[in-house]
């Protein structure tokens, strides 16, 4: 059975920083563009950033320029840099295959203080 399962969340206060990690199944990792979602409260969960098979990231234009997502095909792990943060980027932050073909994990919840 395929796992994701992501840490790294937190509290932080506006203009932080935060890396967060995802683990994932050898099974899926090395044949999956992987990707990073979030859901705000009262929100649908959304794609914040993708990256390919190959590295070749894509994102939101909501987190363009301040984030940044990368794979360890070796480790089968997939992060998500996020800089100058906002407290709009507060959400549960969730990884999947950039179709959300897998079950979702448990997510890891990034709060952004103003």
């Known amino acids: 059975q395929v796992q994701l399962v992501e840490s790294g969340g937190g509290l932080v206060q506006a203009g932080g920083s935060l890396r967060l990690s995802c683990a994932a199944s050898a099974d899926i990792f090395s044949r999956a563009a992987m990707a990073w979602y979030r859901q705000a409260p009262g929100k649908q969960r959304e794609p914040v950033a993708i990256?390919?098979?190959?590295?070749?990231?894509t994102y939101a234009g909501s987190v363009k320029g301040r984030f940044t997502i990368s794979r360890d095909n070796a480790n089968n792990t997939v992060y998500l840099q996020m800089n100058s943060l906002k407290p709009e980027d507060t959400a549960i932050y969730y990884c999947?295959?950039?179709?959300?073909?897998?079950?979702w994990g448990q997510g890891t919840q990034v709060t952004v203080a103003s």
């Open positions: 999947n295959s950039a179709f959300g073909s897998y079950s």
């Open positions: 990256i390919s098979r190959s590295g070749t990231p």
